[in-house]
């Protein structure tokens, strides 16, 4: 257990559709972050929330994404019309402490057909 | 443009072997430097390291930063079948800690 919750673990869908990911944080932290990965690639930052609000969002992330947190505990991640590029491994973390690393989720893992 | 080196991309030992793994970076405002294990699902955390020249130890895996030269290895010693996994190093920059990682480095212990 990571302490954080991602669901689903895997998803298929098929190119054009919309699809949802969320990321539930078992204990309340400031900070969520969302990253991306590709395979044989590092993760990438997409974007992060401090409580409620949406601070940063990376060039990566195009209009088709949106992220939220409504209530500064989940949060979840939504692609419009999907194309197979968006294709990868989503993650989710919250940092430990004000001086601790990160702890990442088992990530939500996304296939484009 | 941030950026976050490792070298090598891959490497290959046999089970005792010693093994250096290093991560350059050019980071704007560095804050941590942090490397994590990933085997076939999400990095684990292993260290944090924000001081020059301070080594972090656990168990057979330790580390250190030299700020100077904008670098840090990672050394594991005795290694082990279950030491295979690719090894992320990440630079956490400016107020926002958001975290750059390099491609990592793959290694394979064979008994």
């Known amino acids: 257990d990571t302490g954080v919750s991602q669901n689903p673990r895997h998803k298929i869908t098929k190119r054009g559709q919309n699809v949802t990911f969320r990321c539930d944080p078992i204990s309340e932290h400031n900070r969520l972050y969302w990253y991306r990965q590709t395979l044989g690639q590092g993760p990438e930052f997409l974007t992060y929330?401090?409580?409620?609000?949406?601070?940063?969002k990376s060039r990566l992330l195009s209009d088709r994404f949106s992220a939220e947190r409504p209530k500064g505990s989940f949060s979840t991640l939504e692609i419009q019309r999907t194309e197979q590029g968006d294709s990868a491994m989503y993650l989710c973390?919250?940092?430990?402490?004000?001086?601790?690393?990160?702890?990442f989720g088992s990530g939500t893992r996304l296939t484009v057909v | 443009e941030d950026k976050v080196v490792q070298s090598p991309l891959s490497l290959v030992v046999h089970e005792g072997d010693t093994v250096t793994l290093n991560c350059s970076y050019e980071v704007t405002n560095f804050r941590s430097l942090l490397w994590y294990k990933q085997e076939k699902k999400a990095p684990t955390f292993l260290f944090m390291l924000?001081?020059?020249?301070i080594e972090k130890k656990s168990g057979r895996l330790s580390s250190i930063l030299d700020k100077k030269e904008l670098f840090s290895i990672l050394n594991i010693t005795a290694t082990q079948t279950g030491d295979s996994a690719v090894y992320l190093c990440?630079?956490?920059?400016?107020?926002?800690?958001?975290?750059?990682f390099g491609t990592g480095t793959r290694l394979q212990v064979f008994p």
């Open positions: 929330f401090q409580n409620e609000a949406q601070l940063e």
């Open positions: 924000t001081s020059s020249g």
């Open positions: 990440a630079v956490g920059r400016d107020n926002t800690d958001k975290l750059i």
């Open positions: 973390a919250i940092q430990l402490g004000p001086r601790g690393g990160y702890t």
